[in-house]
């Protein structure tokens, strides 16, 4: 209180609401029941008479006394609840730190660390050049999260209704896709992706970075994921040989799928820690794993070659009315295969499921076929190496022949003919190849069938190559050897039939054909070895031979069965082939389909090439004209090789030879 407020009173009055003394002593018991001890009740000191305040004060209190005591009561509680949370704080750090602490350090490290799988590159399938065929190139593919962006797309639309809704967003995605990809993916199909319940798609895989930049910065919405793209730069070219891949980039046919332990190569990894904004913590890069790229593959095909055979194979195909149509190129000293082709190719940059009826095999060596008089030439072979025979003997040749009861007939009619042994294989008389293998005998026989490499795989380096197929000499029956020599009940590759042609081409040593000349990671691969077949002095008397099949004769009596097969300028040998096919309603030969085949060695007085051709039950010969014949496809395949390798003319013309006796 300030000093106004203690006025003194009267002399004699006390101050209203406050005992008074009257003397000394006067209200002691009076002051003391009333008021108690130190009976005061205000809080302001108070003078009467001169004297002093009262003191004291205690059990007397009614107001100040409880406030105190509510006071230490919550001061108590505060201190008690605070005294909780430090414990329990102090509990629950040391959980965190001992029992706890290792499971959370590991939960932590896996939300910032990441593993990161390093893909490897694959190998390149290359032609003998160097020249890809098949490649592998960085692109990216087009993805969508529908149920998300489209929810995103709403919401965004409901915020700000100027931006377009769910449906026009949708077409609008769905349209621009549709015109950058330049109409490869129809918009229809995009946006049905774009609609669909999944939670994500593909839209369009093989994209070109660039174009996949433009998309993803015209529509957001749209992502872009890294992929490895395999390019086959020629499409259809060589992808007999060459196959195809998966989307995943896994071999699936061809050489793809069998050289995919090479071509694919060894992942890598790498481990680092992540920051909270996705950038990678400098330093935390560890655990490096290098990937270990692809090996490439190099092919002995040429990629010209193939392409001009590959094309032709086709003209011939269309041109002769065959079901199908196959032709093999081998180098005649090496074995490599310089060309290999069937018709009806697929094209690998392409998806396969688009592609209806296109052939995926590769027929030259996966279809064995009977193939008819081609087979001809072991007989020939035999025969000239026992010294069974002289290309001029001349052998009086009937129309027909009877082996074990086994009657086989020529595919013309005439009395006993006069042929020389060189116009029985010139004329391709049947029943005088088999008066000769009856001077080989069956054994000898069943020995040289064994040395032209048939009845089992030639280890060319293409998947599903067949071996054929070769009856064992313990299981030949009586009619069995009436018809092997004619080049009926065996069957055989077209690279096996190819390969027999090489051995003669190249003075008697057979060279196992191969496809893979080197791989990157081990080099060149080692040559196979040779199987001498036959004296090469007899090789080349049997490529003398065999040139009756390509002479002329406008009398017809000195001329072969397969004059179209000429090269103007070169001495060609070679050997046409008919075999009857089995008809499946009966089991039994047909009367009306037949294997046409051929192969030719060029040129014949120096051996470059060999040309193997098999038609499947044509109607017309490959150029077109009348006939059953594949010479022609032969001549026009080994004529563009040797001017376009600028293979010298032959030294001389080649000489006439006699085919029938006079």
Not at 296 to 301: P, Q, S
Not at 527 to 537: D, L, T
Not at 585 to 595: F, V
Request: net charge neutral.
């Amino acid at each position: 209180m300030t000093r106004a407020e203690y006025r003194r009173p009267a002399p004699g009055r006390a101050t209203p609401s406050a005992p008074t003394r009257n003397g000394p002593g006067a209200g002691g018991k009076v002051g003391r029941a009333l008021y108690g001890r130190g009976g005061r009740t205000h809080s302001g000191p108070v003078r009467s008479g001169g004297g002093h305040p009262p003191r004291g004060g205690g059990k007397g209190k009614t107001s100040g006394g409880g406030g105190g005591r509510q006071f230490v009561l919550r001061h108590k509680l505060a201190t008690a609840v605070i005294l909780i949370a430090v414990v329990v704080v102090a509990v629950k750090m040391l959980v965190l730190q001992t029992i706890q602490a290792p499971g959370l350090a590991e939960q932590a490290s896996e939300q910032r660390t990441v593993t990161e799988a390093m893909p490897a590159l694959r190998g390149s399938i290359l032609d003998r050049d160097g020249k890809p065929l098949a490649y592998t190139d960085d692109a990216r593919a087009l993805t969508f999260q529908p149920v998300k962006e489209r929810a995103v797309i709403d919401d965004a639309h409901r915020k700000n209704p100027q931006l377009p809704d769910t449906d026009t967003r949708i077409a609008q995605i769905a349209q621009g896709v549709h015109d950058r990809l330049g109409g490869s993916v129809s918009a229809q199909d995009v946006e049905s992706k774009l609609r669909s319940n999944d939670t994500f798609v593909y839209l369009a895989r093989a994209i070109s970075p660039a174009t996949a930049d433009q998309i993803t910065q015209d529509f957001p919405e749209v992502g872009a994921e890294r992929q490895q793209v395999r390019v086959y730069p020629g499409g259809q070219l060589a992808a007999n040989l060459v196959g195809d891949v998966d989307f995943d980039g896994n071999g699936l046919i061809g050489l793809e799928s069998s050289m995919d332990s090479v071509l694919a190569g060894t992942g890598g990894s790498q481990t680092y820690d992540r920051g909270s904004d996705g950038a990678v913590i400098p330093g935390s890069t560890r655990n490096v794993h290098p990937a270990v790229n692809g090996a490439n593959v190099e092919l002995t095909i040429d990629a010209d070659t193939q392409y001009f055979v590959q094309n032709e194979v086709q003209k011939a195909k269309e041109m002769s009315r065959a079901k199908n149509a196959s032709a093999v190129v081998l180098d005649a000293k090496t074995g490599e295969v310089l060309a290999m082709a069937n018709d009806n190719t697929f094209d690998p940059s392409q998806p396969l499921d688009q592609q209806g009826k296109a052939e995926l095999g590769d027929l030259p060596v996966t279809s064995p076929f009977e193939p008819g008089s081609v087979n001809k030439i072991i007989t020939a072979s035999a025969a000239i190496q026992y010294g069974l025979t002289n290309p001029d003997e001349v052998l009086q040749v009937p129309g027909s022949i009877t082996m074990a009861g086994a009657t086989v007939h020529d595919a013309w009619e005439h009395g006993t003919a006069p042929y020389t042994t060189t116009g029985v294989f010139g004329k391709s008389s049947n029943v005088g190849t088999l008066m000769l293998a009856q001077r080989v005998g069956e054994d000898r026989y069943a020995q040289m069938l064994q040395k032209f490499g048939l009845g089992v795989r030639t280890g060319v380096g293409l998947p599903a190559e067949s071996g054929g197929s070769v009856p064992a000499r313990s299981q030949w029956s009586g009619g069995t050897f009436a018809n092997l020599p004619i080049g009926q009940g065996l069957s055989m590759s077209l690279l096996q039939m190819t390969g027999m042609y090489q051995a003669i081409a190249n003075d008697g040593m057979r060279v196992p054909p191969r496809v893979i000349r080197s791989v990157s990671d081990t080099g060149e691969r080692e040559q196979p070895a040779g199987v001498q077949v036959v004296s090469p002095q007899t090789a080349r008397t049997v490529r003398d031979m065999f040139r009756a099949v390509i002479q002329n004769d406008p009398t017809g009596e000195q001329q072969g069965t397969g004059a179209k097969g000429a090269v103007p300028g070169y001495q060609i040998s070679g050997k046409t082939g008919t075999a009857q096919q089995v008809d499946p309603a009966c089991g039994c030969y047909s009367e009306s389909s037949y294997n046409i085949t051929f192969a030719g060695i060029a040129p014949a007085d120096n051996p470059r090439y060999v040309v193997g051709i098999m038609l499947d039950a044509p109607t017309r010969s490959t150029d077109g004209s009348g006939g059953q014949s594949a010479a022609p496809l032969f001549s026009t395949i080994a004529g563009w090789m040797l001017q376009r390798n600028h293979v010298p003319l032959s030294a001389k013309q080649a000489p006439k030879l006699v085919l029938q006796a006079g």
